[in-house]
């Protein structure tokens, strides 16, 4: 007797249980719908607000598309036998838009990690700063690169370097970010090590925590350098030297200088398709390695 | 080294630790060696010339002070005064501020910083300069006749026979025969909340707050409060509704183009990963798809898309969602292929149809990774939101760019750099929040 209630109680209670996790699914299902409703909704009405205040409508422009690519194909196809002289002589743009991403990666690289280390706690040298360290991390990263690229242009004129500042600024909140979290994984136990026989602060950062962390700094300055060339190209595009700023030449000029465009655009294309493909690599071997 | 040589066998310490000093010191030097060819090529050395130091110190002083024009016109007489020289910042007939006494019809006094004083007395201007003495300009049908207390002319006035230029650290004054012109520098942001036409104009905080809560109403058919911020917001100065329907628009290229590109990308991941994709010509091309997409660059999918589309954050949205979609495709399909088949295997042996098993195996495992992923690319795109807005024309880069082309209105300038900063941040909080809240939320996996 005493079993068959024991049995039975535990039934209403398995029975409680399901009902309660039933109508827990339900909710749960129910917010979910009501997210996907909200989102689908907001992702219409975004898209009609953005239809009405461009200049060109969507479904006017989906037939034109192909239109300007087709130009410029067609126009490349008669001039191909140019195009390989053509890319020979935008070369030594390219290069400098690779030497502005690299030099402005190596740049913020550079102060990425001394910020980094000093926004760490447990490793800065002024443990009171690295909230100061950090919001100011958070506002070089904010930074559009345009912003300070086009305010530097008015001063310092067009060319390579104002590019390289703006850039390497961005870069050095970017990146500083990245690294202060690798750091907050490193052991302190060589910092206490190279403490105990009187290392100062900078001998414990470079002998006792680099070492550890390199790896990883490499591989996130790598995959920065990789986004820091399309960057540099697209600041050559609004007046800072490089190969965007003979892309922005070539375009304006329109028909007849298309052969030019499409050269650059195969060694824009090249360029970075390259080093992607070289950054993802050496980063899985840098990663796997560590 | 006897120790390491015994259980090591043909490991040599001494030549190892070489090695690694050698990289030590080779490294930097590398990297020094780099710098200085980047000092060459970039001609750094040169820039020091070419820098414009006087547009440095104009956009410095512009950005956090404004000047007033007390503008007397040669030809036909009449004094005007305005902010920045600029027909929406004059000030109305007959009203001026403190520092400006109309004595008579003609006869103007304009009470400069540090208690200097100019005079404008019809066509003669007076400007006694403390510690230099009295200047005097005569404006004649010939031209601008100067007279000076000393007999050169100091590097601070320039002068020729139709134009006196003085310039001084309490203002400056332009003498032409059109017009004598008297400016005096202000600290601030003028006319940031009411324009002159306003009631409000020039009214202290603590009054507005009063005249906000008191309900005798200064424009006749509005509440005061509803009037103020109508004021504000029209404002023509600043334009206030205008920058935010830019900012509105950048946001909004960024959310379309990230959650655009990610829809797209989801179904071309599940078709370029190996455990859901059987064939690999199949595999093979979507990828190539993505590396396409990825390749071909923001920049030059801008260039193309404006050309079919025209100006606008529809282009910006869209060169956001092609590139992205590459982005993601790589990255949704890499989340696939590592998913645990075991969870998929669990739901199938409950009897689930191929459709109910990748919603109830699949998408709850890569869910997380997705929305994070997605939220991450948000706060990104609204950056190259900004940077495309300037390439293609749209929403706040269209505007700074504008701003800056002018190269006057620094102020404004400085403006839209607070509020894209203002705009990016709170973009990265948001999205930041969202991440915790959703992956958190999501940990049950229905």
Same mark, same amino acid.
């Given at each position: 007797?005493?079993? %068959?209630?024991?049995?039975?109680?535990?039934?209403?209670?398995?029975?409680?249980?399901?009902?309660?996790?039933?109508?827990?699914?339900?909710?749960?299902?129910?917010?979910?719908?009501?997210?996907?409703?909200?989102?689908?909704?907001?992702?219409?009405?975004?898209?009609?607000?953005?239809?009405?205040?461009?200049?060109?409508?969507?479904?006017?422009?989906?037939?034109?598309?192909?239109?300007?690519?087709?130009?410029?194909?067609?126009?490349?196809?008669?001039?191909?036998?140019?195009?390989?002289?053509?890319?020979?002589?935008?070369?030594?743009?390219?290069?400098?838009?690779?030497?502005?991403?690299?030099?402005?990666?190596?740049?913020?690289?550079?102060?990425?990690?001394?910020?980094? %280390?000093?926004?760490?706690?447990?490793?800065?040298?002024?443990?009171?700063?690295?909230?100061?360290?950090?919001?100011?991390?958070?506002?070089?990263?904010?930074?559009?690169?345009?912003?300070?690229?086009?305010?530097?242009?008015?001063?310092?004129?067009?060319?390579?370097?104002?590019?390289?500042?703006?850039?390497?600024?961005?870069?050095?909140?970017?990146?500083?970010?990245?690294?202060?979290?690798?750091?907050?994984?490193?052991?302190?136990?060589?910092?206490?090590?190279?403490?105990?026989?009187?290392?100062?602060?900078?001998?414990?950062?470079?002998?006792?925590?680099?070492?550890?962390?390199?790896?990883?700094?490499?591989?996130?300055? %790598?995959?920065?350098?990789?986004?820091?060339?399309?960057?540099?190209?697209?600041?050559?595009?609004?007046?800072?030297?490089?190969?965007?700023?003979?892309?922005?030449?070539?375009?304006?000029?329109?028909?007849?200088?298309?052969?030019?465009?499409?050269?650059?655009?195969? %060694?824009?294309?090249?360029?970075?398709?390259?080093?992607?493909?070289?950054?993802?690599?050496?980063?899985?071997?840098?990663?796997?390695?560590? | 080294?006897?120790?390491?040589? =015994?259980?090591?066998?043909?490991?040599?310490?001494?030549?190892?630790?070489?090695?690694?000093?050698?990289?030590?010191?080779?490294?930097?030097?590398?990297?020094?060696?780099?710098?200085?060819?980047?000092?060459?090529?970039?001609?750094?050395?040169?820039?020091?010339?070419?820098?414009?130091?006087?547009?440095?110190?104009?956009?410095?002083?512009?950005?956090?002070?404004?000047?007033?024009?007390?503008?007397?016109?040669?030809?036909?007489?009449?004094?005007?005064?305005?902010?920045?020289?600029?027909?929406?910042?004059? *000030?109305?007939?007959?009203?001026? &501020?403190?520092?400006?006494?109309?004595?008579?019809?003609?006869?103007?006094?304009?009470?400069?910083?540090?208690?200097?004083?100019?005079?404008?007395?019809?066509?003669?201007?007076?400007?006694?300069?403390?510690?230099?003495?009295?200047?005097?300009?005569?404006?004649?049908?010939?031209?601008?006749?100067?007279?000076?207390?000393?007999?050169?002319?100091?590097?601070?006035?320039?002068?020729?026979?139709?134009?006196?230029?003085?310039?001084?650290?309490?203002?400056?004054?332009?003498?032409?025969?059109?017009?004598?012109?008297?400016?005096?520098?202000?600290?601030? *942001?003028?006319?940031?909340?009411?324009?002159?036409?306003?009631?409000?104009?020039?009214?202290?905080?603590?009054?507005?707050?009063?005249?906000?809560?008191?309900?005798?109403?200064?424009? &006749?058919?509005?509440?005061?409060?509803?009037?103020?911020?109508?004021?504000?917001?029209?404002?023509?100065? *600043?334009?206030?509704?205008?920058?935010?329907?830019?900012?509105?628009?950048?946001?909004?290229?960024?959310?379309?183009?990230?959650?655009?590109?990610?829809?797209?990308?989801?179904?071309?991941?599940?078709?370029?990963?190996?455990?859901?994709?059987?064939?690999?010509?199949?595999?093979?091309?979507?990828?190539?798809?993505?590396?396409?997409?990825?390749?071909?660059?923001?920049?030059? *999918?801008?260039?193309?898309?404006?050309?079919?589309?025209? &100006?606008?954050?529809?282009?910006?949205?869209?060169?956001?969602?092609?590139?992205?979609?590459?982005?993601?495709?790589?990255?949704?399909?890499?989340?696939?292929?590592?998913?645990?088949?075991?969870?998929?295997?669990?739901?199938?042996?409950?009897?689930?149809?191929?459709?109910?098993?990748?919603?109830?195996?699949?998408? &709850?495992?890569?869910?997380?990774?997705?929305?994070?992923?997605?939220?991450?690319?948000?706060?990104?795109?609204?950056?190259?939101?900004?940077?495309?807005?300037?390439?293609?024309?749209?929403?706040?880069?269209?505007?700074?760019?504008?701003?800056?082309?002018?190269?006057? =209105?620094?102020?404004?300038?400085?403006?839209?750099?607070?509020?894209?900063?203002?705009?990016?941040?709170?973009?990265?909080?948001?999205?930041?929040?969202?991440?915790?809240?959703?992956?958190?939320?999501?940990?049950?996996?229905?």
């Amino acid at each position: 007797m005493s079993d %068959l209630t024991a049995g039975q109680a535990g039934v209403a209670r398995i029975g409680d249980v399901q009902a309660a996790y039933m109508t827990m699914t339900r909710r749960k299902r129910m917010y979910g719908g009501v997210m996907l409703v909200v989102f689908i909704a907001l992702m219409v009405s975004g898209f009609r607000v953005a239809d009405g205040r461009n200049a060109g409508g969507f479904w006017d422009g989906i037939g034109n598309i192909f239109q300007f690519p087709g130009e410029v194909l067609a126009e490349a196809g008669e001039k191909i036998a140019n195009l390989p002289g053509l890319m020979w002589t935008f070369l030594p743009s390219l290069i400098e838009t690779i030497n502005i991403a690299a030099a402005s990666t190596l740049l913020g690289a550079i102060m990425a990690v001394v910020l980094s %280390l000093l926004a760490t706690r447990g490793l800065a040298k002024w443990p009171r700063l690295v909230g100061l360290f950090r919001r100011v991390m958070d506002i070089l990263r904010a930074f559009p690169e345009i912003v300070i690229a086009l305010v530097l242009i008015f001063i310092l004129g067009g060319g390579p370097v104002p590019a390289m500042i703006a850039i390497a600024l961005h870069t050095t909140g970017a990146l500083g970010k990245l690294f202060s979290e690798v750091n907050e994984n490193a052991s302190l136990k060589p910092v206490e090590g190279l403490r105990s026989v009187g290392a100062g602060w900078g001998q414990r950062m470079w002998l006792g925590v680099i070492p550890q962390v390199a790896p990883n700094y490499l591989s996130y300055a %790598l995959l920065r350098f990789e986004i820091n060339i399309r960057a540099s190209a697209i600041l050559g595009f609004v007046g800072s030297g490089g190969i965007g700023y003979d892309l922005k030449n070539a375009f304006s000029w329109g028909q007849g200088r298309y052969d030019e465009v499409a050269a650059i655009f195969l %060694l824009l294309f090249g360029t970075i398709v390259f080093f992607d493909q070289l950054s993802g690599r050496y980063r899985n071997k840098m990663i796997g390695g560590a | 080294m006897i120790a390491t040589a =015994d259980i090591m066998p043909g490991f040599d310490a001494a030549a190892h630790i070489r090695r690694k000093r050698m990289a030590a010191l080779a490294v930097p030097a590398v990297i020094l060696a780099y710098f200085i060819y980047i000092f060459f090529a970039f001609d750094i050395p040169g820039l020091a010339e070419r820098a414009r130091m006087d547009n440095a110190r104009i956009l410095v002083a512009d950005s956090y002070s404004y000047k007033t024009h007390v503008t007397r016109d040669n030809r036909v007489g009449g004094v005007t005064i305005a902010i920045e020289g600029e027909r929406k910042g004059t *000030w109305p007939e007959g009203t001026g &501020p403190d520092w400006v006494t109309r004595e008579s019809e003609d006869r103007t006094l304009v009470a400069l910083k540090r208690g200097q004083e100019v005079v404008i007395d019809g066509d003669v201007m007076r400007y006694d300069v403390p510690g230099y003495g009295l200047i005097e300009t005569q404006v004649s049908p010939g031209g601008v006749a100067l007279s000076l207390p000393q007999g050169d002319v100091p590097d601070w006035i320039s002068a020729s026979s139709a134009r006196v230029d003085i310039t001084t650290d309490a203002g400056r004054v332009t003498v032409t025969r059109a017009r004598t012109e008297v400016m005096r520098y202000h600290f601030g *942001w003028e006319l940031f909340w009411f324009t002159l036409d306003s009631p409000f104009h020039g009214k202290s905080f603590g009054e507005l707050l009063g005249l906000a809560l008191s309900g005798e109403r200064v424009v &006749p058919d509005r509440s005061n409060l509803a009037a103020m911020a109508h004021d504000v917001w029209n404002n023509q100065m *600043w334009q206030h509704k205008d920058v935010m329907g830019a900012i509105f628009e950048t946001v909004l290229m960024a959310f379309l183009g990230t959650m655009g590109a990610g829809l797209v990308a989801l179904p071309l991941a599940f078709a370029a990963a190996r455990n859901f994709s059987p064939l690999m010509l199949v595999r093979a091309a979507v990828r190539r798809v993505f590396d396409f997409l990825r390749g071909v660059d923001a920049l030059i *999918w801008t260039i193309i898309l404006s050309r079919a589309f025209g &100006p606008g954050p529809l282009t910006g949205a869209l060169a956001i969602l092609v590139t992205d979609t590459g982005t993601f495709g790589k990255l949704f399909s890499e989340a696939l292929e590592n998913v645990d088949a075991r969870e998929i295997e669990g739901v199938q042996s409950t009897g689930a149809k191929p459709l109910q098993r990748y919603r109830f195996g699949v998408i &709850p495992q890569i869910t997380p990774v997705l929305l994070s992923q997605l939220l991450y690319y948000l706060e990104s795109n609204t950056r190259s939101a900004t940077i495309i807005g300037a390439i293609t024309g749209g929403g706040i880069g269209l505007l700074l760019t504008q701003a800056i082309i002018t190269q006057k =209105d620094w102020e404004e300038v400085s403006y839209y750099i607070v509020l894209i900063l203002v705009m990016v941040m709170v973009m990265d909080s948001v999205s930041g929040w969202l991440r915790r809240r959703l992956i958190a939320a999501d940990d049950g996996g229905h």
